[in-house]
């Protein structure tokens, strides 16, 4: 079993920054690709970007590539979303996932893919 907790969500205008956390606990999150999901009311969860079991490949969403930044620290046990240039469509709860992989490929989009997934973490942007 693995344990997220999300970290770093708030309230924060257009244009705005904020840095998102993913702590895991029970296992090391070393064999495991790792995501993050959004999910705005009234709308389907949907993908935000993703990353490799070594960190050696991303994959991002077109609505934040060039905007948000993954990355992640095995050492620590956890994963970040940095998220520059907010703007108010990216208002929603943001749930971090891990995904169990042999191959330490490109990450999967699909939410169906990941078998843990965090409580999530509320993020507004207001305009």
């Known amino acids: 079993q693995v344990q997220l907790v999300e970290s770093g969500g708030g309230l924060v205008q257009a244009g705005g920054s904020l840095r998102l956390s993913c702590a895991a606990s029970?296992?090391?999150?070393?064999?495991?690709?790792m995501g993050w999901f959004r999910q705005a009311p009234g709308k389907e969860r949907e993908f935000v970007a993703a990353?490799?079991?070594?960190?050696?490949?991303?994959y991002y969403a077109d609505s934040v590539k060039g905007r948000f930044t993954i990355s992640r620290d095995n050492a620590k046990n956890t994963v970040y979303l940095q998220m520059n240039s907010l703007k108010p469509e990216d208002t929603a709860v943001y749930y971090c996932?891990?995904?169990?992989?042999?191959?330490?490929?490109?990450?999967?989009?699909?939410?169906?893919?990941?078998?843990?997934w965090g409580q999530g973490t509320q993020v507004t942007v207001s305009s």
């Open positions: 029970g296992r090391t999150i070393s064999r495991y690709a």
């Open positions: 990353i490799s079991r070594s960190g050696g490949s991303t």
């Open positions: 996932a891990a995904d169990l992989v042999v191959i330490d490929g490109t990450p999967s989009p699909f939410t169906r893919e990941y078998d843990y």
